[in-house]
C-alpha cells in the first residue's frame, strides 16, 4: 500500500495522486490520507484500489478522528484500469470509459452545468458498480437557455450489466432540463434500493426497492416492483406503493446522510422485495454513514505525556467499518 498526502510537510509517500498511480504497480493500493488540499484529476490506466478517508466526518459519531476530507476533481477511468475500485472519497465528477469498475461509498458531487456528475463515457463497457454513494448535483440555474445536467447519464450504446445500488441520488430540483438519472436506449442494468429525486429516464431496467422522493419518471422496457414513490411513478401494481407522504419515510433529522434513515412505522420497512427495507439502508450492501472505508480506523485518540518518567499514555478508540 502507498501513502498519498498532499499536505506540505508530512512523509507520505507520494505527494501526487497521479505521480503515485504512475509509479505504482497494477493491483496496489494508495491511501488517499486526508488533506486540507485537494489532490486534482486523477486518471487511471492500470488496475488500483483507491481508499480515501470518507466525508461528513464531522456530522457521524465513531467515524474518523480527523475530519479532513480526500478530495479528487475529475476521475476518469481509462482503458487498462479494469477491477479498479475507488472508495471513501469525495469527488468532483467521475468518467466511464471502460468496464469493471466499483465506485462506492463516496461523495461526487458536480456543481457546475452541462455536465453530469457521473458519466458513461464509452460505448460497450460492462459490469461497473455504482453502489453506496451520496450523489448530487448542485447545478446553478443561471443562464437562458438553460443547459442540461444529470447525476448519473449514459447515452451511449452497449453499455450493460451496470449496478446502481444504496445511492442517495439527488438531482437538487425539478426543472425539465435537470436529470437524476439519463439513462438512454443503450443501457441495461439494475437500479435498487436507491432515495432518488429529480426527474428521471430508465432504458432496460431492474428497478426495485426505491424511494422515489419527487420528480418525473419515465420507464421504458423495465421491470419494476416493490418501489415506494410520492405521487403514482410506478403505479400501484408489483407492490409498488404510491402518494406516500415523504415525511413518513425518513427520520428526517441528523446527519446531511443520516437523515434519509427509515423511521420505525416507515412504508420502507420490510416494503421491498422479499421483505427486505426499501432506500439506500436496505438490501445486502446497506448505505454506510460518511462512507467510510471498510478498513479499521481511529475515530478518537487522546494521550497523556508523563514527562518525569518518559512515558506516553494512549487512549484509541478503533472501528472497523466492515
Known amino acids: 500500500m502507498w501513502r498519498v498526502n498532499s499536505t506540505a510537510g508530512t512523509d507520505a509517500d507520494f505527494a501526487s495522486v497521479q505521480t503515485a498511480h504512475n509509479n505504482a504497480n497494477p493491483g496496489d493500493t494508495l491511501y488517499l490520507e486526508p ?13 488500483l484500489i483507491i481508499i480515501g478517508n470518507g466525508y461528513f466526518i464531522d456530522e457521524n459519531p465513531e467515524t474518523q478522528a480527523d475530519i479532513n476530507y ?18 471513501g472519497c469525495k469527488i468532483f465528477y467521475v468518467r466511464l470509459k471502460t468496464s469493471e469498475i466499483i465506485i462506492q461509498r463516496n461523495y461526487i458531487a458536480y456543481n457546475s452545468d452541462q455536465y453530469a456528475t457521473i458519466l458513461f463515457d ?31 447519464k449514459s447515452e451511449k450504446n452497449g453499455v450493460s450489466n451496470i449496478i446502481i445500488s444504496n445511492n442517495l441520488i439527488d438531482a437538487n430540483d425539478l426543472y425539465s432540463y435537470h436529470h437524476a438519472l439519463d439513462l438512454t436506449s443503450g443501457f441495461g442494468g439494475s437500479i435498487k434500493n436507491n432515495v432518488i429525486y429529480g426527474n428521471s429516464t ?14 418525473s419518471l419515465e420507464l421504458i422496457n423495465c421491470s419494476y416492483a416493490n418501489n415506494i414513490s410520492n405521487s403514482d411513478q410506478f403505479g400501484f401494481a408489483n407492490n409498488n406503493q404510491g402518494n406516500v407522504t415523504m415525511e413518513s419515510v425518513f427520520v428526517g433529522t441528523g446527519s ?14 420490510g416494503g421491498g422485495v422479499g421483505g427486505i427495507d426499501c432506500g439506500m439502508f436496505g438490501g445486502d450492501f446497506p448505505y454506510v454513514l460518511s462512507g467510510i472505508p471498510a478498513i479499521p480506523a481511529i475515530y478518537e485518540l487522546n494521550h497523556n505525556i508523563d514527562y518525569q518518567n518518559q512515558q506516553i499514555e494512549l487512549d484509541i478508540s478503533v472501528k472497523s467499518h466492515n
Request: hydrophobic share 30%; charged share 15%.
Open 202 to 215: 430508465l432504458n432496460n431496467s431492474m428497478v426495485n426497492n426505491n424511494i422515489y422522493r419527487d420528480g
Open 35 to 47: 488533506s486540507a488540499a485537494n489532490y486534482g484529476d486523477f486518471t487511471l490506466s492500470k488496475k
Open 122 to 152: 464509452s460505448d460497450n463497457i460492462a459490469n461497473i458498480i455504482i453502489r453506496d454513494n451520496y450523489l448530487y448535483n448542485s447545478f446553478s440555474t443561471t443562464g437562458y437557455p438553460y443547459p442540461t445536467s444529470e447525476v448519473i
Open 70 to 87: 480526500s478530495q479528487l476533481n475529475a476521475v476518469s477511468f481509462n482503458p487498462g484500469s479494469e477491477e479498479s475500485v475507488i472508495q
Open 256 to 269: 446531511t446522510d443520516g437523515q434519509w434513515q427509515l423511521k420505525e412505522a416507515s412504508p420502507a420497512v
